[in-house]
C-alpha cells in the first residue's frame, strides 16, 4: 500500500504542470499535504432564500433566471448579470470573467448562486459568487455536508480546490497514512484516528457543531492540534538530547 505524501498530485483528474505550480504557492506538493490543507470555515448550502428576502451582508443560496448581461466599461471592466426569480431581481458582476463566461450566461439562463449580497450601484449585488447552471426539468441535488471554504492563491477557486479535496479523499484509503498517537492515547484523551478526523474536516455533516469548528474546539480539530503539538515537544526534546551530547569544554 502506497504511502499518501508519495502520490502525486498529478495523479488526480485535471492536475497537470501549471496547477502544480498554483499549488505549490499554497505549500502543496503532495496528497497528504492537500488532505492537510484545512478549510477556515464552513457554509450551509443546503437551504435556498427568495431574493427578496436578502439583507446586506448575508451569505446564501438561490435560484434564478438571467434576464439580461451586459459587459460594462468604467472604472472596472465587469460581467454585469441581472437575475430575477419570482419575487425579486438582483445583479451579478464578474470583474474577472472571459468572452465563454459571458456566452453562457445569456438570457434564460437558469442557475444555482450562492455568494454576499452587497449594495451596489444597481441595488443588491453579488460579486463573484459560485454559480451552477441547471438545465431544463433538471433538478440539483442539495449537499449533504456542510460546504468547506480554503485557503486560496492567485490560479485557483473554491470549487476546483474543493473538488481537488475529494478526489484526495478517496485515496485514504487506498494509501497508508502514518497515524503518530498511539490508540491508548487517543482513547484516553476520546480523540478520533487520523484519517476519520481529515475526513470529517473535510465534509462535516450538516448537523456538525459549526461554532465548536469555528473555534477550533472540535475533537477532530483538537485531533490535529494534539499531533501537532506533540511532534513540536519531541522534536525540541530530541534537539535537547543532541545538544547535551557533546559537552562544552571546561571552564577554570
Known amino acids: 500500500m502506497p504511502a499518501l505524501e508519495e502520490i ?16 505549490a504557492k499554497l505549500d502543496i506538493f503532495s496528497l497528504q499535504d492537500l488532505l492537510f490543507h484545512l478549510p477556515f470555515r464552513y457554509e450551509d448550502r443546503t ?3 427568495p431574493l427578496a428576502k436578502f439583507r446586506v451582508g ?12 451586459r459587459v460594462v466599461q ?3 471592466r465587469s460581467l454585469e448579470v441581472t437575475v430575477r426569480d419570482q419575487g425579486g431581481q438582483v445583479t451579478l458582476r464578474f470583474f474577472h470573467f472571459s468572452a465563454a463566461q459571458a456566452k ?34 433538471e433538478a440539483l441535488k442539495s449537499p449533504d455536508t456542510l460546504t468547506p471554504i480554503y ?6 477557486q473554491q470549487p476546483r480546490l474543493r473538488s481537488l479535496c475529494n478526489q ?11 497515524d503518530l498517537l498511539p490508540a491508548p492515547v487517543l482513547h484516553k484523551l476520546q480523540l478520533p484516528e487520523l484519517k476519520e478526523a481529515l475526513r470529517y474536516l473535510h465534509q462535516p455533516p450538516l448537523d456538525a457543531d459549526q461554532q465548536a469548528l469555528f473555534e477550533g474546539r472540535h475533537p477532530c480539530q483538537r485531533r490535529l492540534i494534539f499531533e501537532e503539538l506533540l511532534a513540536h515537544h519531541l522534536s525540541l526534546l530530541q534537539l535537547r ?12
Not at 488526480?12 to 496547477?19: D, H, R, Y
Not at 434564460?108 to 431544463?136: D, S, V
Not at 538530547?241 to 577554570?252: D, M, S, V
Open 8 to 23: 502525486e498530485l498529478t495523479r488526480l483528474k485535471g492536475v497537470g504542470a501549471k496547477l502544480v505550480e498554483v499549488l
Open 151 to 156: 485557503p486560496l492563491t492567485d490560479g485557483i
Open 104 to 137: 453562457q450566461l445569456s438570457s434564460g439562463t437558469l442557475l444555482r448562486a450562492f455568494g454576499e449580497a452587497r449594495l451596489g450601484r444597481n441595488g443588491m449585488e453579488f460579486y463573484h459568487p459560485e454559480y451552477q447552471l441547471i438545465k431544463e426539468g
Open 47 to 49: 437551504t435556498r432564500i
Open 74 to 76: 468604467g472604472r472596472r
Open 58 to 69: 448575508q451569505h446564501g443560496l438561490f435560484d434564478a433566471q438571467v434576464v439580461g448581461a
Open 168 to 178: 484526495a479523499l478517496q485515496w485514504l484509503d487506498r494509501c497508508s497514512v502514518q
Open 241 to 252: 538530547r543532541k545538544l547535551r551530547a557533546h559537552p562544552a569544554l571546561p571552564c577554570p
